[in-house]
Antibody
């Protein structure tokens, strides 16, 4: 059973919105901080943001601050990434990842591709 | 923000030979609170998500072969593969989690010579 599965990616026009989901299974989702990381085609990894295990703290990369919002619904074991005012430079595979108690991200989803294009 | 810089950008190494990847941070990622460096190494193969290799700079993740080692402290870190195998062909990233944003290095592509 894959512990993290992302969905919600697709093709969207610049300026529009999209919400990604990441469903967790097989572990106590509510006990872990969760990250979003993205990777533009042929490029390296870019950290997008993190939400604390209890949702009390959220931090974002400057490139998405004010446009993207991370949230979680522990009753559904689901992490979300609300992406507004999308730009072409947001085109990437978006991964969700579990942070294991300040020791890096040990579980990653397979990613979902977002293409921002007119 | 802490900037992570890896070197080299790419490297070709013969099978069985040693591969070394360096990572420098623009400021120290050593925490006096727990006396650890908040530095992770990841391996990413084509079409796959990253895989955690090391955390705290030198603590090997379960299941990672012992030909892989991580070292360094403060601002300078190294990932070493003692004897390169075919399955080690990948892109390797360092990441600091000392402070947000949790920045990655640009990646080092490792190939077979």
């Amino acid at each position: 059973q894959v512990p993290l599965v992302e969905s919600g990616g697709g093709v969207v026009q610049p300026g529009r919105s999209l919400r990604l989901s990441c469903v967790a299974s097989g572990f106590a989702f509510s006990s872990y901080a969760m990250h979003w990381v993205r990777q533009a085609p042929g490029k390296g990894l870019e950290w997008v943001g993190v939400i604390w295990y209890d949702g009390s703290q959220k931090y974002y990369a400057d490139s998405v601050k004010g446009r993207f919002t991370i949230s979680r619904d522990d009753s559904k074991n689901t992490l979300y990434l609300q992406m507004n005012s999308l730009r072409s430079e947001d085109t990437a595979v978006y991964y969700c990842a579990r942070e294991r108690g300040g020791t890096g991200c040990d579980f990653w989803g397979q990613g979902t591709l977002v293409i921002v294009s007119s | 923000d802490i900037v992570m810089t890896q070197s080299p950008d790419s490297q070709a190494v013969s099978l069985g030979e040693r591969a070394t990847i360096n990572c420098k941070s623009s400021q120290s990622v050593f925490s006096g609170t727990n006396n650890k460096n908040s530095l992770a190494w990841y391996q990413q193969k084509p079409g796959q998500p990253p895989k955690l290799l090391f955390y705290w700079a030198s603590t090997r993740e379960s299941g990672v072969p012992d030909r892989f080692s991580g070292s360094g402290s403060g601002t300078e870190f190294t990932l070493t593969i003692s004897s390169l195998q075919v399955e080690d062909v990948a892109v390797y990233y360092c990441q600091q989690y000392f402070s947000t944003p949790c920045t990655f290095g640009q990646g080092t592509k490792l190939e077979i010579k």
